[in-house]
C-alpha cells in the first residue's frame, strides 16, 4: 500500500513557474514509477509526466515538454514536477501517482493515486 500526498500548487500567473512535490508513505516508494496527470474542469484526466524508478528515464506530454520537469528522490520519498513557463491552459489539479507497470500515459495503469492540489495560472 502506498499513500501520496501531493503540494505546492496554488495561484500564480502566466510566465511564472511552480514546484509540485509529492510525499510517498511506505518502504516499497523505489520500486513504483511516478507519474503526474492533471484534470482541468470538464475535461478528463491527461498524463502530464513520468519518471522510472530509478529516475534514468522519463516520459513527458507534448504540452508541456520543455517546460515541465519531473525528478525523484528516493531517500526522501518524494517525486517533483518543476513547473516553468506557465501558461493559463495549465489550470488543471494537479494529481501524482504510482504504477507498478504498464502504459505510462494511461491513468488506468497506475495503482495508487494522491488527492491532487489546484494550480491555477492567471493571464
Known amino acids: 500500500q502506498v499513500q501520496l500526498v501531493e503540494s505546492g500548487g496554488g495561484l500564480v500567473q502566466a510566465g511564472d513557474s511552480l514546484r509540485l512535490s509529492c510525499v510517498a508513505s511506505?518502504?516499497?516508494?523505489?520500486?513504483?514509477?511516478m507519474g503526474w496527470f492533471r484534470q482541468a474542469p470538464g475535461k478528463e484526466r491527461e498524463f502530464v509526466a513520468r519518471?522510472?524508478?530509478?529516475?534514468?528515464?522519463?516520459k513527458y506530454a507534448d504540452s508541456v515538454k520543455g517546460r515541465f520537469t519531473i525528478s525523484r528522490d528516493n531517500a526522501k520519498n518524494t517525486v517533483y514536477l518543476q513547473m516553468n513557463s506557465l501558461f493559463p491552459e495549465d489550470t488543471a489539479v494537479y494529481y501524482c501517482?504510482?504504477?507498478?507497470?504498464?502504459?505510462?500515459?494511461?491513468?488506468?495503469?497506475?495503482?495508487?493515486w494522491g488527492q491532487g492540489t489546484q494550480v491555477t495560472v492567471s493571464s
Open positions: 519518471i522510472s524508478w530509478g529516475g534514468a528515464i522519463t
Open positions: 511506505g518502504r516499497t516508494f523505489s520500486t513504483y514509477a
Open positions: 501517482a504510482a504504477q507498478s507497470g504498464g502504459n505510462y500515459y494511461a491513468p488506468a495503469e497506475y495503482d495508487y
